[in-house]
């Protein structure tokens, strides 16, 4: 009986690092749910799952699958390397499919390990309220201008199409402006024309989101109807590739990296900082449109992970450009150079007096014991004393930055037998992920006119075209 007992617990150890390696996929992910909430037939409803590989080895996606055929999942990145941002989307059938849609979609990976992550999506698809077309998709804006495009809303509802009327117009988004007119009213059929302009002093970034179109549907669950928006603004200057990998570095070395700013007309690149004074670059004084800048990093023999930022000020905006950059540095003997003055700092080219702080760093820790082998994320890409932003340029959320790559460490894997080994490491909290990751939209949208022949139709009841402010979304509804 003893002999037993002690079996019974040795199969329970064994399988506790089974259950513990399983949480490493799951905790890549910054969410693992998402509620579409109400839609239109016909919209355009997708989304992305996104998550970061913070660990020491590659990712590698086996599969997915989908438990509903209204959902279809897919990706675009097989293999995620350490600091890369992969993500799953899935996008609704809403032109097939209508009533209650839930769905579980199923990540299989296949290494490091071997795990199943769930996702799910839940979401009701109106029958008698369509859009088109599917998705309010402003393109590609340059910073600085307004866009109109304009969309239709229909109702065909059996009993209620003499009464049901659009009432309000809402978004979390605060530029927006919205204006709407109907333009017809027949017997089971009502058609709404809708103009969403996109304001001019937008900040710079991609739009993926939803407006709420609010009826008076008598149905207190079918007054909000949401229909998806789609653009990206661009900046009158960009960098790439944002964050700035410079992966492992030995003692003794360094490593050159490629930055590339481009903007919209010539520009000059007046000063440059940076939170580490083992960064360098080399800068032009030429104006032009791309500027290409050799970036490099010493390892002076202080080991330890790297975050910081550097810092462009350009002549064609006020506001900085800033990237966030991450390395390894390798223990070894410490080879610093004494400390010189402000006026002959190394790896300023131009000018120095950009007030920059010391990067943020911590020290170095002991090789994991148990793979995946996780890597600190970075606490915080911008130095405490970062350049002072203009107090008239408004605050805009900084989306987390697709990851690029930092060399991968790879070890032998444990044997099964031991158990302690095999038990991975609770991960810590990932960075924050950016979603200027996702690809750029090539369509570039003026306006989306409907059919002048419904418009046509309009009767005597027509309501004139009244404009309604988007307000802020309601909590609750």
Not at 300 to 310: A, R
Not at 336 to 343: A, V
Not at 356 to 368: F, R
Request: net charge negative; charged share 20%; with cysteine.
């Amino acid at each position: 009986m003893r002999t037993k007992t002690y079996l019974a617990a040795l199969l329970i150890v064994m399988a506790l690092p089974v259950l513990a390696s399983a949480n490493w996929a799951s905790d890549m992910f910054k969410d693992t749910s998402h509620d579409f909430k109400t839609v239109a037939r016909g919209a355009d409803t997708r989304f992305s799952f996104v998550f970061v590989n913070k660990y020491q080895e590659d990712v590698v996606i086996e599969s997915v699958q989908s438990t509903c055929r209204c959902t279809q999942p897919s990706f675009q990145k097989r293999v995620i390397k350490t600091w890369e941002t992969g993500q799953i989307d899935i996008q609704l059938d809403t032109r097939n499919f209508y009533g209650r849609k839930d769905a579980t979609v199923t990540v299989r990976f296949s290494k490091p390990f071997y795990a199943e992550v769930q996702l799910h999506s839940f979401c009701f698809i109106r029958s008698d309220v369509y859009i088109e077309p599917g998705i309010v998709a402003f393109g590609t804006v340059q910073q600085g201008q307004a866009r109109k495009v304009r969309f239709r809303v229909n109702y065909a509802g059996r009993t209620n199409w003499h009464n049901w009327r659009i009432q309000d117009i809402q978004s979390e988004y605060p530029f927006y402006k919205a204006t709407l007119a109907e333009v017809q009213r027949d017997y089971n059929y009502v058609s709404y024309d809708i103009t969403l302009t996109l304001k001019e002093n937008a900040p710079e970034g991609y739009l993926n989101d939803f407006i709420d179109i609010i009826s008076n549907d008598p149905n207190p669950s079918n007054q909000h109807c949401q229909v998806p928006v789609s653009g990206y603004i661009i900046p009158a200057v960009s960098v790439k590739p944002s964050p700035l990998s410079f992966g492992m570095i030995k003692a003794g070395q360094s490593v050159t990296k490629t930055v590339v700013l481009s903007g919209q007309s010539p520009f000059k690149i007046t000063e440059f900082g940076r939170s580490d004074d083992r960064v360098s670059a080399t800068i032009s004084d030429a104006q032009k449109t791309v500027h290409v800048i050799p970036v490099t990093i010493a390892n002076s023999g202080k080991g330890g992970k790297v975050n910081g930022v550097l810092a462009f000020r350009v002549s064609s905006q006020s506001k900085e450009v800033k990237l966030p950059f991450f390395a390894e540095m390798e223990q070894g003997a410490d080879v610093t150079p004494p400390k010189e003055s402000s006026e002959n700092t190394p790896g300023v080219q131009k000018s120095d007096d950009v007030p920059v702080a010391p990067a943020q760093t911590t020290p170095e820790s002991k090789p994991a014991q148990t793979p995946p082998k996780e890597l600190t994320p970075a606490e915080e890409y911008f130095p405490a004393n970062p350049i002072t932003e203009p107090e008239d340029v408004p605050a805009v959320s900084e989306q987390a930055p697709a990851q690029n790559t930092a060399p991968a460490q790879q070890e032998t894997t444990p044997a099964a037998s031991e158990t302690k080994e095999a038990q991975p490491k609770v991960p810590a909290e990932p960075a924050a992920v950016d979603d200027s990751a996702a690809p750029p939209i090539e369509e570039d949208v003026d306006e989306v006119v409907a059919p002048e022949e419904n418009a046509n139709n309009a009767n005597d009841n027509s309501v004139p075209a009244k404009e309604v402010e988007v307000p802020p979304a309601l909590d609750n509804y």
